[in-house]
T-cell receptor, first 114, second 109 residues
Framework: ETGVTQSPTHLIKTRGQQVTLRCSSQ?????VSWYQQALGQGPQFIFQ???????GRGNFPPRFSGLQFPNYSSELNVNALELDDSALYLC?????????????FGPGTRLTVL | AQRVTQPEKLLSVFKGAPVELKCNYS??????LFWYVQYSRQRLQLLLRHISRESIKGFTADLNKGETSFHLKKPFAQEEDSAMYYCALDSGGYNKLIFGAGTRLAVHP
């Protein structure tokens, strides 16, 4: 068991609403990355948080924002939801040093926007 | 632009047959490439990375910079290899991965 947890498991929202997704990183991991995986596609990098600061961002608009807390857990917030935001949202945590092969993924949150 | 291409959505083989999952990439620097696997009802997990040059579960992958490829191979497929396989490129050495669309491997008895 990798130890990365995400909540909720599933979520249904309507267009224009706002949503917050949560991720608890594995113990000792101080970096969290978020990915969006649309149906039939590979995960797409949204952003990464390191020591509570954003540390890189993919090609996503500002309505996608995040937070990282002192215990290294993280939130992904999406405002003004659009139908295309329907996807599986994955978080991944990794320890200090950032060796990519130690990145562990959570089970994901399935977001449906109606 | 940085990109990972997996041309096959589905690869269907019989048990014991050789397997090759194709991956091509576009990257201007020195790439760091990975294969991730997702078994049914499990989370995404690392299978192997090119720097390690190791064999995991009988799978190997060689980085070919001339052809910008990182194909995943296994000489004899097993039914338990059935899964989604994703090729990924680290875009800056900080775990910011660019994934391909994935190939579903189905190994039939």
């Amino acid at each position: 068991e990798t130890g990365v947890t995400q909540s909720p498991t599933h979520l249904i929202k309507t267009r224009g609403q706002q949503v917050t997704l949560r991720c608890s990183s594995q113990s000792g991991h101080n970096t969290v990355s978020w990915y969006q995986q649309a149906l039939g596609q590979g995960p797409q990098f949204i952003f990464q948080y390191y020591r509570e600061e954003e540390n890189g961002r993919g090609n996503f608009p500002p309505r996608f924002s995040g937070l990282q807390f002192p215990n290294y857990s993280s939130e992904l917030n999406v405002n003004a939801l659009e139908l295309d935001d329907s996807a599986l949202y994955l978080c991944a945590s990794h320890p200090p040093g950032g060796r990519t092969d130690t990145q562990y993924f959570g089970p994901g949150t399935r977001l449906t926007v109606l | 632009a940085q990109r990972v291409t997996q041309p096959e959505k589905l690869l269907s083989v019989f048990k014991g047959a050789p397997v090759e999952l194709k991956c091509n990439y576009s990257y201007s620097g020195s790439p760091e490439l990975f294969w991730y696997v997702q078994y049914s009802r499990q989370r995404l997990q690392l299978l192997l990375r090119h720097i390690s040059r190791e064999s995991i579960k009988g799978f190997t992958a060689d980085l070919n910079k001339g052809e910008t490829s990182f194909h995943l191979k296994k000489p004899f497929a097993q039914e338990e290899d059935s899964a989604m396989y994703y090729c990924a490129l680290d875009s800056g050495g900080y775990n910011k991965l660019i994934f391909g669309a994935g190939t579903r491997l189905a190994v039939h008895p």
